[in-house]
Structures are given as C-alpha cells and as structure tokens.
C-alpha cells in the first residue's frame, strides 16, 4: 500500500500530464490515478498501470462496480490506448465541459467496449485506422444489433445515440494520443442525426425519454405507500421492543435467541412471525422512498445523500408554513441544495430517521474495526461517506457493510413493491422526478387529483416568489416544470387543431373556423410549426370547466359563474368537459321543476340550460338521449 502525506500527492498530481503519449513505459505506469485520504494521510488506490481503476468519491448511491474501470473487458491490442482515452478523459474532460465525474467514466468505459470490440473483430489495430467508412459501417452494426435484442423492434434513439455519441468522444480523446483518428467519423452528419434522436420530443424544452406513469397506477401505488408510511411507527415499535429483547440474550445459541424473538412476537401481538416483520420493514423503506421522491421531485442520488433531520419550516408574512427538506446535489455541481416538500413527506423523513438508527449504529462498529486493523484501510474512507444518511442498509445484499441503497438496488425493490400489488408497471427512480414536474405543471390546469395543498406553491407564476423564499432551492427542477408544462400545451394546441375534433366555448369556435381555411394554415412551413406557434402564443390554464386563454386571472367565469365560459371569447370547451355540462344540464332541469325560484331563478336556470345545451351538441352529443 502506498501511503503518503497529503503535500506529497498533491504535488505528483499536479505535476502529471493530461496526455501519456511521450511517457516512458514505466513512468506512465506509475501515474496515479486515485486516492484516498484515511485518518490524516493519502493511501494510492490506483495507479495507470493497473488493469483495473477505482475512482473514488461520487455519488453514494453506486455500486461497487460503478466505481471501477476494468479494462480486462477491452481486447487486449486496444487496452493501451483505451487506457489512453480514459485517462486523458479523466483529467481534462471534453472541450468546453467540466471534468467527469466517476459514473460518467464508468458509463464512457461501458459504451466504449462495443466500439473497441467493433474495431478488434475487423483487425484495426489502432485509431489512424478508424475511418468514415468504418463508423458508417458500426453504425449499421449498433442498428442491427439493437434490432436483435428487441426482437425486430424499432430500436432506441437514445440508446443508439450513446453508442454513436462514444465515437465521436473517441474522434475528440484520440487527437491526444500518438495514433489519432484521421477525420471525423462522419463529417457531415452527427450522432444525435444519425440516431434519429434529434428530432424526438419536438416542443419539449429538455429530451425526455423518462416514462410518465400513468395516473392511476401513481394514484394507487402513492396510496399503499402513504398508507404503510402511516402504519411506520408501530411497525419501529414492534422492531425496536423486539431488538432490545434480543440484545438481553447475546451471545446465546441461535435456538434461544429464535424462541425469544417468537415469544417477544406473540406478546407484543404482532401476527405473522419475525419474517413479516422483516418483510414489512423493508417495504416501509421503499414506501418512505415513493412518497418523499413523489412530493420533493428528488434525484436519487440526492436522496441518498440525505442526512437524518433533513427537514425544517418557515412561515411568510402571512403566516403561510413552508416545509423544506435539505441535502447535497452532484448534478451540475449545486452543492447544498433545499426543496420544498409537504408534511407528508416530513413525516415519511421522520419514520426514515428511526428507520435508520441501528443501521448506523452496525456501521459506526465497522468503522471502529477497520480502524483496529488496519488505520489506513481505504474502506474506512468509503464507510465514513455513508454515517448520517437515512436511505441505508446492507449494500445490495445480506450480509454486506451497511451502506447508502445504490440506483440499482433500488429500482429492483420499486418493482417488487409494485409487483407485491399487482401493478402492472415497470418503475425506476428517476419518473417520480418527471410525475412531480408533470403533476406541478398540471396544476396550473385544474388537473390535480389530490395533493392540491401542496402543489398550489408550485404555480408556473411562482419561479421568482420561490427563490426569494429560499434561495437555497433546486432551481433546475423549476425548469423541468416548465418542461412538462409546454408538453402539455402542444398536446392541447395539437388536439385542437385536429381537423375533425369538435370545440365549444368562444375562442373554440373561432379555432374550428380557423383551421379550415387554407389561407391561414399555408403560413407555416408545416403542421408541426403551425402547432407549436399556438402553443407558444397563448396563455393556456384550466378551470376545471374549460379552458381559458385569457392572459389574465380576472375572469369571473373561474368562480361565481361558470357557465359564462361558454360564450367567452377566451374560453375552449373540449370533448373532456361533456360529462361535466351533461351533469349540470341534468341538475339544471331538475331545479327548474321547482317552484319556488321566482321569475329571475327560472330566467337564470334557462339561460344555463341553453348554454349547456349549445356545448353539448358543439360537442356532437344530445344532452337528451346521448351519454358523453
């Protein structure tokens, strides 16, 4: 083991190349590549001319072979220079972007091996081989292969892309080596093109791939989540009262402790023995999870750097309470970084703080351990990243160090959560984050099913009020918001604008006029233009009746009388608010059976009736006969 004090490092690092090249063999072996400071000194952890790199810091939600580069999977003519590319990209990172972090070089290693092995299995021995003509060439190799794997299924663009997007990194990183790539791998095209991924998702803001879950698959896995959250702390109890037991009889054979952990069961009444117990305890991890990623909008990642008491309030002038929940974010270097949250997931962090105590207690009794071996054991380094945070456990399976829950661990229990209540949907982490910033974009369209309390601060006219709230906050996630909400305005702008789609309300009318006339369409180049300048050009919000145009909040049809949206110039009435005017022409003609009215509350209920009539048949529906 090298070990070294930290002046000592400091200095060979800075005195290390960004290019290997020109170095002597044995020197370029001796470059180092990570470190890690244990109790005071720096221990080598890995060098250049090892066949396997571990990187060190990140993220605490990887796992372990997310932290290595293993160049026993690149063919061995090619490993120099792999080594090459890597480490040139370690250093420097990409021109005009900031240096990697571990999971982008683990992730640039794992899409760089196809290519190697592409480049092995036509004999090129090194990169001044790499012609156009050979990209081309693996570019119809990645097509047909990912058509392989999803059985003659159109293949992923975006996975794709990262293959192409790897050889054009190899094009760049290779300029630095002695046997660069001669030109371009294609000179007039990109592998965003080439793809076919450039033109996904036209409208939206960011290229989002993220599945939305659908809305009643969310509405009943949230529920069983809130519902077990509910449920955590006489679930701790009964885990708590059961480990102090058990702690009386240390040391005794397994059969004694087995007999008292069933005995301590049946007395604290708890049915179904010590296996649902640990069963439970698990999916009230996962459960605490849905419910805080749900109402935070929350990377992974910066869920697993939370800490035990992450949350807080304040109140405004007015005395509004504000709760908000604070952790570390690696994305885009923001650093210490806040959200604001409802009180259901304050009290999903604070079953998660107990939920978490004797998992830290195991893991301070590793360290002390590790310590009494060996002071500079770098595991001691790595176990000290994971003491304070909640989201831990035995790391990927049992009887394992406790550590932070990795991505992958978790997106297999999300699964077999849902899978435990019959949902038929496949989850990972990172859609809640897109369901936050698809419900909170809703909101402003009177679409919210529930947590309405919550997302009413989340309004789009907000961003401003927000930050000066707490200027701590994630403002990134006020742009995925964004994001979201301008899908749904070009959803809306491209069903309007359907030739055969029936519209009421004012501005509806004049639209169905518009777009049949071939004069006023021909101005855009294509329909797609045409859709995303109506999107674009109107203030488009929900009253849960219609929807509104105007680009004000004064229109007394939002409350008093909403009937009046259907003659207004600013209002569109969709098929989707038919059973809504038929129910309210239902009720209409019921209350104009009664006497006791008088003249202007008869006047009043046939002008509603007339207006509800006018939407329904704009609508193609006979209020009398036709269900909508």
């Not at 470190?35 to 605490?60: F, M, N, P, R």
């Not at 790539?181 to 998702?201: C, D, F």
């Not at 270097?333 to 998992?359: C, I, Q, S």
């Amino acid at each position: 083991m090298n070990v070294t004090a930290a002046p000592m490092i400091d200095a060979r690092l800075a005195a290390q190349p960004d290019n290997v090249h020109a170095l002597p063999f044995e020197e370029r072996n001796r470059l180092i590549i990570s470190t890690v400071e244990v109790g005071g000194v720096y221990v080598i952890k890995s060098q250049y001319g090892d066949d396997i790199w571990h990187l060190t810091g990140g993220a605490t939600n990887l796992s372990a072979c997310q932290k290595k580069l293993d160049f026993h999977k690149v063919p061995p003519r090619l490993r120099a220079v792999a080594k090459e590319l890597l480490y040139r990209y370690q250093r420097r990172g990409r021109e005009g972007c900031p240096r990697p972090k571990p999971y982008t070089i683990w992730s640039t290693l794992t899409f760089l091996v196809p290519f190697l092995n592409y480049l092995d299995r036509i004999k090129i021995k090194n990169l001044a081989e790499v012609t156009p003509t050979v990209c081309a060439n693996y570019v119809e190799a990645c097509k047909e292969n990912l058509r392989a794997r999803k059985k003659e299924k159109t293949s992923s663009s975006a996975t794709l892309s990262r293959h192409l997007q790897i050889v054009e990194l190899v094009h760049e990183l290779s300029q630095f080596t002695k046997t660069p790539m001669p030109s371009h791998p294609w000179p007039e095209s990109s592998a965003a093109i080439l793809s076919g991924h450039s033109n996904k998702n036209f409208g939206h803001r960011r290229r989002n791939i993220t599945p939305l879950i659908p809305d009643d698959v969310f509405t009943y896995l949230f529920q069983e989540a809130h519902a077990l959250v509910q449920r955590g702390k006489s679930l701790l109890d009964v885990r708590d009262a059961l480990d102090a037991a058990v702690t009386k009889v240390a040391g005794k054979s397994k059969d004694t402790i087995w007999r008292l952990r069933s005995e301590t069961l049946v007395a604290l009444e708890w049915e179904g023995g010590f296996s649902k117990l640990t069963q439970d305890l698990g999916e009230l991890q996962v459960a605490c999870y849905i419910v805080i990623a749900s109402l935070s909008g929350c990377r992974n990642h910066e869920l697993a750097n939370l800490q035990g008491g992450a949350y807080y309030k304040t109140a405004d002038d007015e005395q509004k309470v504000y709760w908000w929940m604070r952790s570390h974010s690696e994305k885009t270097n923001e650093g210490k970084t806040e959200w604001m949250v409802p009180e259901a997931a304050v009290e999903a962090l604070r079953v998660m703080d107990r939920w978490a105590l004797p998992y830290q207690a195991i893991l301070a009794d590793e360290i002390k351990l590790l310590r009494t071996a060996n002071p500079q054991d770098t595991e001691i380094r790595e176990a000290q990243r994971h003491v304070g945070a909640i989201f831990v456990g035995p790391h990927d399976y049992r009887n394992k160090p406790i550590r932070t829950t990795t991505l992958a661990n978790w997106n297999i229990r999300l699964n077999h959560f849902a899978k435990r209540r019959n949902i038929g949907w496949t989850f990972s982490t990172h859609q809640f984050r897109r369901k936050f910033a698809n419900y909170a974009a809703r909101s402003q369209f009177g679409d919210l099913r529930y947590l309405r309390e919550h997302f009413k601060h989340w309004s789009q006219d907000m961003t401003n009020d927000a930050y000066a709230l707490n200027e701590s906050q994630e403002m990134e996630l006020y742009a995925e918001i964004q994001g979201e909400l301008e899908a749904i305005k070009l959803g809306l702008a491209e069903q309007w604008l359907k030739p055969t789609e029936p519209l009421a309300g004012g501005y509806g009318k004049n639209l169905m006029a518009w777009r049949g006339r071939d004069d006023e369409i021909t101005c855009f180049k294509d329909r797609a233009t045409m859709i995303k300048s109506v999107a674009e050009s109107h203030a488009i919000r929900s009253n849960g009746h219609a929807w509104c145009t105007a680009d004000d909040k004064k229109c007394i049809g939002n409350t008093f009388d909403k009937t009046r949206c259907v003659s207004c110039d600013n209002s569109v009435i969709g098929r989707i608010h038919a059973r809504l005017y038929q129910k309210t022409y239902a009720d209409l003609k019921e209350l104009a059976m009664c006497d006791d009215i008088g003249p202007s509350g008869q006047a009043r209920v046939q002008r509603d009736l007339e207006r509800c009539r006018d939407v329904m048949i704009s609508l193609g529906f006979d209020p009398e006969t036709q269900v909508a």
